[in-house]
């Protein structure tokens, strides 16, 4: 080999051997970059886990998460501290020193230690005798809480990495949103609880209510239906002739007695439907006579106001499975609130259908009507419209909900239209089966 070519070969060789020492440091560099974000990444993972831990408290998600951290450093001394409203991280540092401060909450992984809180970010403490160096990150919240998280070493000049602040710079983020994270679902709970506490205490109150009142209803039922009676009696000549003024006063009572009757129908039916035993019980039920004797309790009330009502009652007529209690509380309910919202002199029109395909039944006044603003809200539970209860101001709103209640739940629908000032209508329609 000639010298010249030896010397392009040394050369080329020194080269390849430089390229291969450099891919080799490079190499090294990028694993140990590789093993470092490795390293964050399952602390970061590790610390998130931390949250599911949800029977600890929130010293002991602080502990646990420095266990994670000094398990990947090997730092010798790490420190949370958290205080629940916000400041900055020299006030912060002045409260942690001292350890029986109630509202700042300590976790500390190492020897306890203490800052002179001079504000640097580096700065020399001394606990014990021991010299050690603190470094203090203020860990990023949304401003509800003021947290540290410190780092120490024993000796007095140690300085972090690249690494160590690349680390750092990451955990803020981390361990800002698990302890956030942790302390407001402690207060949702805290919140929770009391809202469940209350609630128990409300049912029961609302049970001991439902309860008085079906008592109470059924107590004056008895008393009412034996009232209703007798007056029936006296008005029908039974017990000798009445005068035409006291037939008058009677009738008055009779119907007086008679909406107290309904009424308390109504409010055991609420009752029964907040303690689950609303039921419909379907037996054969021939309306056109339902309609007839419910109308002949309404006769003194319309003869009073001098309305006409006005009902043709159908020569034929399909049985229908239908709650005959209930269903009368119904037609009388519709009934009756027409000749009571119906002006002197007016008329009220019952009708009852047997359509080709269901059945309808109907109850058209000429009376005050609905506004139409209030009428998407009148079939709820205590609702009345505003004239309503200027005419009627000892009305309970319960009328209405129930014949709802009553007549979805048997499978049907309702029927209802209305103008202010010009009347309504209200009635209901089942299906043929």
């Known amino acids: 080999m000639s010298v010249t070519k030896r010397v392009v070969f040394g050369a080329r060789r020194k080269k390849l051997e430089a390229d291969i020492e450099h891919i080799t440091a490079e190499m090294y560099r990028r694993n140990v970059e590789l093993s470092e974000i490795n390293k964050t990444l399952t602390l970061l993972h590790d610390i998130d886990d931390s949250l599911l831990l949800d029977s600890s408290t929130l010293a002991e998600l602080c502990r646990d998460i420095l266990g994670h951290i000094q398990r990947k450093t090997g730092y010798e001394f790490l420190g ?6 916000a400041m900055d991280i020299e006030e912060l540092a002045q409260l942690a020193q001292h350890s029986d401060r109630p509202h700042v909450i300590k976790a500390i992984q190492g020897n306890a230690s203490i800052w002179d ?42 300085e972090l990495s690249e690494h160590d602040n690349i680390l750092m710079t990451r955990l803020r983020d981390s361990v800002g949103l698990v302890i956030e994270s942790k302390i407001l679902s402690d207060e949702n709970k805290h919140v929770l609880r009391q809202l469940k506490t209350t609630n128990n205490k409300l049912k029961a109150l609302d049970e001991a209510k439902d309860e008085f009142i079906s008592m109470a209803s059924h107590q004056l039922r008895t008393p009412l239906t034996s009232i209703k009676g007798y007056l029936s009696m ?98 009388m309910n519709f009934s009756d609130n027409a000749l009571y919202y119906t002006k002197e002199g007016g008329q009220v029109e019952i009708n009852l259908k047997d ?19 209030e009428q998407h809200k009148l079939f709820a539970k205590f609702f009345r419209a505003g004239n309503a209860r200027k005419a009627r101001p000892d009305g309970t709103g319960l009328g209405l909900f129930m014949a709802k209640k009553v007549i979805i739940a048997s499978g049907g629908a309702i029927i209802f239209k209305s103008k202010e000032g010009q009347g309504s209508t209200f009635g209901f329609t089942f299906p043929k089966t």
Do not use: W
């Open 234 to 331: 006296v008005l029908e000549g039974d017990v000798g002739e009445v005068t035409d003024q006291q037939k008058e006063m009677l009738g008055t009572a009779y119907t007086s007695a008679q909406r107290m009757v309904y009424l308390i129908s109504d409010l055991l039916n609420v009752s029964r439907l907040q303690t689950g035993k609303f039921v419909i019980e379907p037996v054969d039920c021939y309306l056109p006579d339902v309609v007839s004797e419910e109308l002949k309790q309404l006769k003194e009330s319309a003869s009073a106001k001098k309305i006409t009502i006005k009902f043709d009652k159908p020569q034929s007529f399909p049985t229908m499975k239908l709650d005959d209690t209930k269903i009368r509380q119904v037609i």
């Open 80 to 85: 949370l501290y958290i205080h629940r409203e």
């Open 117 to 158: 809180g001079s504000g640097s970010n580096a700065i020399s403490v001394t606990t014990e005798g021991i010299y050690k160096k603190l470094y203090l990150y203020e860990v990023r919240t949304r401003g509800e809480f003021a947290i540290i998280l410190a780092i120490g070493f024993s000796i007095i000049d140690a």
């Open 355 to 373: 359509n080709p395909k269901s059945i309808e039944f109907t109850v058209t006044d000429d009376g005050i009507g609905v506004p139409k603003a």
